[in-house]
């Protein structure tokens, strides 16, 4: 899917230029992303990237759930949240991502945070019995509600929830939906109307959904 912002491609790079600077890791991580990976721009990258990152270092979760790790960019910006004991989980459905972001992991000054789950996030997160202070989600757009059904009711108050790509290419404005949007336009009905959590859309690059568990 081509990268959609709601504010023109003059005010991202004018936003980007007065943004902090990712790591030498996370540059050489985007370049490696783009030169062998399928879809590249599913990547974070350096906007979305440092606002996960000051997210995180504000919360200063001890507990982090991701899931869709793709190579690694996103989770390693969460990690620089992460208090000096605090661990992160990570889940990929994709087997054949696992080596290159355990890759960037074992780099990073996290490696030993960090820990890397390949199969179902449905079917893992019951295994892993942590309460999270922090969740972000960025994985198959038709699980989103089944993802928040799933972790409501094991998140404490407090707690942040993160959804990416909710604008969906900016379809959720259209009459005509196709299915992901129709999903994600359904997903953030629901999300709006839980009286459990408070929320905002903020229309960064693709729609990041916040939500706090009250």
Not at 77 to 99: F, M, N, V
Not at 156 to 179: A, F, P, R
Not at 190 to 195: F, M, N, R, T
């Amino acid at each position: 899917m081509d990268e959609f912002n709601s504010v023109s491609s003059e005010m991202s790079d004018y936003a980007e230029q007065h943004t902090t600077e990712p790591t030498k890791l996370l540059k050489k991580l985007e370049r490696d992303t783009y030169l062998k990976q399928i879809n590249p721009r599913m990547v974070a990258g350096h906007l979305q990237g440092q606002l996960l990152r000051t997210l995180s270092l504000m919360i200063r979760p001890s507990r982090i759930l991701e899931i869709g790790t793709f190579t690694g960019y996103s989770a390693i910006c969460l990690a620089e949240g992460l208090t000096p004991c605090g661990q992160l989980h990570t889940i990929e459905i994709d087997e054949e991502l696992r080596s290159t972001a355990q890759s960037f992991f074992d780099q990073s000054q996290y490696k030993d945070q960090i820990h890397l789950h390949i199969g179902n996030a449905i079917e893992i997160i019951p295994t892993l019995d942590e309460s999270f202070d922090l969740v972000f989600i960025d994985a198959k757009k038709q699980l989103y509600a089944d993802y928040f059904d799933l972790l409501i009711d094991n998140v404490k108050s407090g707690s942040y929830i993160l959804t990416d790509n909710v604008l969906w290419n900016g379809k959720v404005l259209e009459e005509k939906m196709d299915k992901d949007a129709k999903n994600l336009d359904l997903f953030n009905k629901k999300v709006h109307q839980d009286k459990r959590v408070e929320n905002i859309l903020l229309p960064v690059r693709d729609g990041i959904l916040i939500m706090r568990k009250l």
